[in-house]
C-alpha cells in the first residue's frame, strides 16, 4: 500500500471521528499522522515493521493501525465506524470546502443523509438557518457539489443550458466565414429535451463541406479532435460534446438521425426511405405520419398516435397561466410573499400566484403552526385588495405523515384554497408501504395536488417505490392533480408517466416550487417534460385561466 493510500485513510478516520464527536485528542493525534505519512520522502511498505513506531510523530498507536493496513489492505476501526455512518455522509467528506464540523450539524441537525438531499436543500434555502452557515457558504456547498456531480460525466439539462446556448452562438458566428448558408442544429438527447445530459451534439450542413471539416479541429472554444463520424470532444467540466459536418443537401436526414432515438429513426426511415428531404417534416410526410416533436422521439407511442393523427398539441410555457406550489419567507423561502406575488404578476405577467410555504411537521423550514396560517391569510387578504384583479391562492404544502394522514386537522384544511400533499421524511419505505401511504393521503377529501410523487433527486437519490399506476388510478378516482415539480433537480412527476395519467383523465400541473423570485423560472424545465410526456394546455391545471381556477378549487372543495 502506498503512502498516500495509507494517509487517506487516516484522514478518513479522523474526520469520520469527528462526526462521532471522539476524543478530540485522538482525533488530532491521527490527523496529524495524516500530514506526517503524506510528506515522508521514503515508502512506508518498504520499512522494516519493527521501525515504523520509531519515525517522527508516530507512536506505538499510531504504528500499529499503519502495520494493519501494510499487513490487510484496510483498518477495522475504519469499518467499524463506516457501519455507523449513513453512505451519503460519507460522500460528503469528499465534497470540496466542508470539513466534518459541518457535515455533522448537516446530518444531525438538518436531517440530510446524500449529497443530493444536501443540493436540494441549498436549493430551498435551508442551510442558511443552521448554526454557522450563511448564503456565501450555502452558495459554495452548492457550487462545490455541482463540480463533484459534474465529474460523473452525467449532467442536469438545466446545467448544461447556458454552455450550450453559449455554443450554438460561437458555432453560427464561426460557420458565417464559409459563406452565410451553412445551417446548425443541437441534436440528440439536448434538443430531445431529456432531463440527463450525457452528450451535447451539434449537426452542422455546409455547401463548404472540405473547408469545415479541415477547419474545425482549430475551433477555439473546444479542442476538438476528429473522431470516426464526428468531431468530440470533453469540456473541463467533464461534458462530452459532438459535432456531425455534413452536405448542405444532408443536413435535415442527418439532423433528423441524430435527434431521435435510434428505434424511432429506424422505425420512421423504413417508412420514409433516405430523401433527400427538403425538412424535417418532409420526412414525417413520406412516411405518413404527423409531424413528431423532437421532444416525443423517444419510441414510445408517438409513431402510433402519428399514424392515427391523434398526436397532442404540446403545451408551451406561455400557455401558463398562474404559478402554484411556491414559498415565502414565512417558511424557507428568501422573498416575501408580496415580494413573489409581485413578481409573478409583474415580471411574469401572470395572473395568479399560489403560496404554499411548508406545514409545521416541517420544523427545519420553519413551518406553519396554526396561528401562523391565519397571520399569513391575514396578509393574502390585504395583498389581494392591493393587487387585485391578480390573485394570491391560499395554499400550503402539507406533510404526508408516515400514516400517510396530513399534518392539520380538517378545521385548519379547509381554510386554504386548495392543499399540495407531499412526502418529506421517511423515505425508506418498501414499495407497499409507501403506494398505502400515498394513497390515504390522495383520499383525504382536502387534497388538490400531489406534491412531487417519488421524491426523487436526480443524479443522487432515487424515488422512494411506489405503484405508479395505482397512485395514478387513486388520483383519477378522487379527483386529486399530479405535481410536475419543475425543479431540475426533481421533475417528478417523470413524464414516461404523464401519458397513463392523462389516459385516465388525471390534470397535472407545472409547479415550480419555488423558494426565490428567480425559481420560477424552473417551470421553464417543467414545461420541457411536460412536452416529453405530452401535456397539452387543457389538461394542466396552471394553464386555466383565473376564473377556471377559481372554480375549479370551490368545486373541488365544494
Known sequence: MENKTIARTLRLLSQLMELHEENPFKIKSIANAYFKVDKLPFALKDKPIEDIDKIDGIGKGLAGKIIELLQTGELKELNDIIQQTPEGVVDMLGIKGIGPKKILIIWRTLGIESIGELYYACNENRLIEAKGFGLKTQEEIKNAIEFKLAANGRFLYAQVEGFANTLHTQLSEWLVRFGSHSSLGFAGQYRRACEIIDELEFVIGTEHLEQVLASLESFEPLSLIAGVDAFITTTS??????????????????????????????????????????????????????????????????????????????????????????????????????????????????????????????????????????????????????????????????????????????????????????????????????????????????????????????????????????????????????????????????????????EKGVLLSVNPDAHRTEGFHDMRFGILVARKGGLSADKCLNAFSLEEITEYFNKKKG
Not at 396560517?373 to 391562492?393: C, M, T, W, Y
Not at 419505505?429 to 395536488?449: H, S
Open 237 to 502: 467540466a467533464g461534458l462530452r460534446v459532438k459535432i456531425f459536418v455534413v452536405d448542405k443537401a444532408d443536413f435535415y436526414l442527418q439532423w433528423f438521425k441524430q435527434t431521435g432515438n435510434a428505434e424511432h429513426v429506424e422505425k420512421v426511415l423504413q417508412l420514409a426511405g433516405n430523401g433527400p428531404f427538403a425538412n424535417e417534416e418532409e420526412i414525417y410526410s413520406k412516411a405518413g405520419l404527423a409531424f413528431i416533436e423532437p421532444e416525443l422521439r423517444e419510441d414510445f407511442d408517438e409513431i402510433e398516435l402519428a399514424k392515427a393523427n391523434k398526436l397532442p398539441t404540446l403545451i408551451a410555457y406561455n400557455d401558463l397561466k398562474g404559478s402554484l406550489h411556491n414559498h415565502s419567507t414565512w417558511s424557507d423561502g428568501v422573498h416575501t410573499l408580496e415580494q413573489m406575488a409581485v413578481y409573478c404578476k409583474d415580471t411574469l405577467n401572470m395572473q395568479y400566484f399560489g403560496i404554499c410555504d411548508h406545514s409545521k411537521t416541517a420544523v427545519y423550514a420553519k413551518g406553519l403552526n396554526e396561528q401562523r396560517v391565519f397571520g399569513q391569510h391575514r396578509e393574502i387578504d390585504e395583498l389581494n385588495k392591493k393587487l387585485a384583479p391578480f390573485k394570491i391562492f391560499k395554499g400550503i404544502e402539507s406533510d404526508i405523515l408516515s400514516d400517510g394522514s396530513l399534518d392539520y386537522s380538517d378545521d385548519i384544511l379547509k381554510t386554504f384554497d386548495f392543499v399540495v400533499a407531499s412526502v418529506h421524511s421517511n423515505l425508506r419505505m418498501d414499495e407497499t408501504k409507501a403506494t398505502a401511504r400515498l394513497l390515504k393521503a390522495i383520499e383525504n377529501p382536502y387534497t388538490t395536488i400531489l406534491g412531487h410523487p417519488t421524491g426523487r433527486l436526480l443524479l443522487s437519490r432515487a424515488g422512494y417505490p411506489i405503484d405508479y399506476k395505482k397512485i395514478i388510478d387513486a388520483c383519477a378516482s378522487n379527483n386529486v392533480v399530479i405535481e410536475i415539480n419543475a425543479n431540475p433537480l426533481r421533475l417528478d412527476l417523470d413524464w414516461r408517466w404523464h401519458r397513463y395519467a392523462l
